[in-house]
């Protein structure tokens, strides 16, 4: 196996390449120029809250409201399931268990 010299002195330092550095002139076009802060008062024009919007259907959220006041005690008995496992899982394995009781939920419906 070959030996391993510790000895500083015998490094040669002047055949260690140093990174070329440019100087960097600070221009009066990149200084950081204060943002002005918007209130959005039209959400109609923003496109985030298109998606937003997409992704919720307010018929979904409202039958599945009147489903579970006409079942106030299977509505009791899905908190008390989802209390007793977030108790006991993560909550990314909870997530995923809610995700599952959302698609029986829906297929018997």
């Known amino acids: 196996m070959r030996e391993i010299d510790n000895n500083i002195n ?4 002047k055949g260690i390449q140093k990174p070329v550095q440019a100087e960097i002139v600070p221009d009066e076009t990149t200084a950081p120029a204060q943002k002005e802060s918007k209130e959005i008062k039209d959400l109609a024009n923003v496109p985030e809250a298109t998606l937003g919007k997409s992704q919720i259907s307010s018929d979904s959220i409202e039958s599945d409201m009147k489903f579970l006041e006409k079942n106030p005690k ?9 209390d007793n496992y977030a108790e006991t899982h993560t909550e990314d394995e909870t997530m995923k268990m809610l995700e599952k009781c959302h ?3 829906v297929a018997k419906k």
């Open 103 to 105: 698609q029986e939920f």
């Open 10 to 13: 015998n490094l040669n330092f």
């Open 74 to 82: 299977l509505a009791m008995a899905i908190n008390q399931a989802i």
